[in-house]
């Protein structure tokens, strides 16, 4: 039997839109409403029972705290349309769900958006724990008030979260690893590059390195590791000359990883000429990132898939509240190795 999904899809609307059609509600315009009741026909199409009872029972609040994005920092629109999309599915059935975002590198905010999300009242509640220390103040209340929480992208052990949707870190460094050693052959002499302002607290970044020493470790393979740490990724001069610095200095350098989504900022700086003398490697697909894949100044993207994160996240607090069904502990990713040969735009 065809879903109001598949409806949706073939008339090329949201879910909401044919579930307004289906229940006579205001909000359609008659040429897509006569579309959406042609296909419904056509496809003969059948209110099914359990989701117009799921439709009509207690109402939840979910609440996310997820990080903010802009022009500069695109990485978490990704999840959010993922959180988005399955936010309209889920509403049919009586979820509702509210979003709060935090400035990724201010933890202050982190806790100021938990004050606030706790006002909404949620029934449970979808954050990434992006900082450590406050996140164990946040889940202390949530533990307190018998709040079900569920972990985003970032994962920290200790806590009572009912499950944990997004990328193994750990292993994702591993990968990084076995692509640095096998594309620089010789010498596993790299760079490191990360920012100032998210080394401290954030997770993710520190389980991928461990993930590419522990690689080289397995391997027995000595490594040449140099560090450097961007005072700033709003100044491109500024990134340029600490770069260049680091490259004058260490000329047997072959490679260069930037364990976090900034990676088209350190490419920004450097000249094309520098770029085809190194294997540069990031994480994840953002628009900036491909523009410079696409061209070849990228070597490798690791992928994450963060919009399925985002939706499976929303489906599965859901299931949880609706039908008490438990989730599997942790929800893992696929991880994607990206080039400029395998992308498609």
């Not at 409403?33 to 296909?39: C, F, G, M, N, S």
């Not at 200790?158 to 594309?183: E, F, I, M, T």
């Not at 260490?250 to 990883?257: A, D, F």
């Not at 039908?323 to 990713?333: A, D, G, H, V, Y």
Request: proline share 3%; net charge neutral.
């Amino acid at each position: 039997m065809i879903t109001i999904k598949e409806i949706a899809e073939l008339a090329q609307v949201s879910t909401g839109t044919v579930d307004r059609v289906i229940h006579n509600r205001s909000g359609v315009s008659e040429k897509t409403a006569k579309r959406i009741r042609l296909l419904l026909d056509q496809h003969k199409f059948k209110l099914n029972d359990v989701a117009s009872k799921l439709a009509n029972r207690k109402k939840y609040t979910l609440a996310t705290l997820l990080p903010a994005f802009d022009n500069q920092n695109s990485f978490w629109k990704s999840p959010y349309l993922g959180v988005l999309k399955a936010k309209e599915e889920v509403g049919f059935y009586g979820v509702q769900t509210l979003s709060f975002a935090f400035n990724q590198f201010d933890a202050s905010t982190y806790l100021a958006q938990f004050d606030l999300m706790m006002k909404s009242k949620p029934d449970a509640v979808v954050l990434v724990p992006t900082f450590k220390a406050e996140t164990k103040i946040i889940v202390a209340a949530l533990d307190k008030e018998e709040i079900p929480y569920l972990f985003l992208n970032t994962d920290i052990e200790g806590c009572k979260n009912l499950s944990y949707v997004g990328q193994d870190a750990y292993r994702s460094g591993k990968l990084v690893g076995k692509l640095l050693h096998v594309s620089m052959s010789i010498s596993a002499e790299f760079l490191v590059v990360n920012y100032r302002e998210n080394i401290d607290n954030y997770r993710a970044i520190s389980d991928r390195m461990e993930g590419v020493a522990s690689y080289f470790e397995d391997k027995n393979i000595a490594i040449d590791v140099h560090n450097l740490t961007l005072n700033t990724l709003d100044n491109l001069k500024t990134i340029r000359d600490q770069l260049r610095g680091c490259l004058d200095k260490n000329p047997t350098i072959k490679g260069l990883y930037v364990p976090s989504s900034q990676v088209s900022k350190v490419v920004a700086a450097l000249s094309k000429d520098c770029l085809k003398e190194l294997v540069v490697i990031g994480h994840d697909t953002t628009d900036e990132n491909l523009k410079f894949l696409k061209k070849d100044l990228i070597t490798y993207l690791i992928s994450q898939k963060s919009f399925e994160q985002g939706y499976d996240a929303i489906q599965c607090m859901s299931d949880y509240l609706l039908q008490n069904k438990q989730p599997e502990q942790r929800i893992l990713s696929p991880l994607e190795i990206v080039t400029a040969e395998n992308y498609y735009s």
